[in-house]
């Protein structure tokens, strides 16, 4: 609750207006365990949403590994192809998506003010009804003081959704061209059509190595040295 801007912090401390309890006396069983029941599920609703956020903070792993390989490949290349400087932009920007996932996971993971039934709630006096009544309002109570803030985690959630989204599309997407520019020759990976020889160091090319490497172990000659009678 500390990164709270000035108007949320205010809004939270807002006095919550709760609705008089204008039940029948034979009705207050049903509306008492309907009342436990919505502060159960909004208390789900935050577990839930916190895992799924604990569940996109793996994410840091990718833009780590990410960033391991572009840095290790500006390093070690000495002339960088056009396709390997599109391969360090597209790199970077799955890095950048990554980075905002986790920042937004984290914001919805942040501890918050919640509000429950204590010990003093329920050792009060009064009638059976009098005491339900009192219970059903301190329920009532707590799930009007908690919406906000799990509301606020819903909306980081959501923001975190969305940037892991872009980043498996933009990764789905890069990796259909590397796929593509590792099978035909003549790429724009900047390899001459006929070379087969890619540079290992190049981090684009790691499909076709494992490929020209399969090809010289089982001694498959090439198609050009191919005598077809």
Sequence with gaps: MDNLTEDEKK???????????SVS????????????????????????????????LSTISIASSIIVTASAYIANAEAPTIGA?????VSALVAIYAARTVWFSVRALERGTYHGISIEDINVP???NQHTRHLIKEYWTAVYKNRPVINRKVD???????????????????????????????????????????????????????VVDTIKYLNIPAPDSTVIK
């Design 11 to 21: 809004k939270l401390a807002e006095p919550v207006m709760i609705p008089d309890i």
């Design 126 to 128: 009064g009638t059976k």
């Design 85 to 89: 400087r599109i391969s360090i932009c």
């Design 156 to 210: 980081f959630l959501m923001l975190a959704q969305e940037y892991y989204k872009i980043a498996v599309i933009v990764i789905f997407v890069y990796s259909i061209v590397i796929l593509t520019t590792s099978i035909l020759p003549g790429s724009f990976l900047g390899k001459k059509k006929g070379d087969m020889t890619p540079n290992k160091t190049d981090t684009c090319c790691v499909s076709r190595v494992i």
């Design 25 to 56: 006396e034979e009705n207050l069983d049903s509306t008492y365990n309907l009342t436990v029941s919505i502060f159960k599920e909004e208390d789900d609703r935050r577990k839930g949403i916190e895992s799924k956020a604990a569940l996109l």
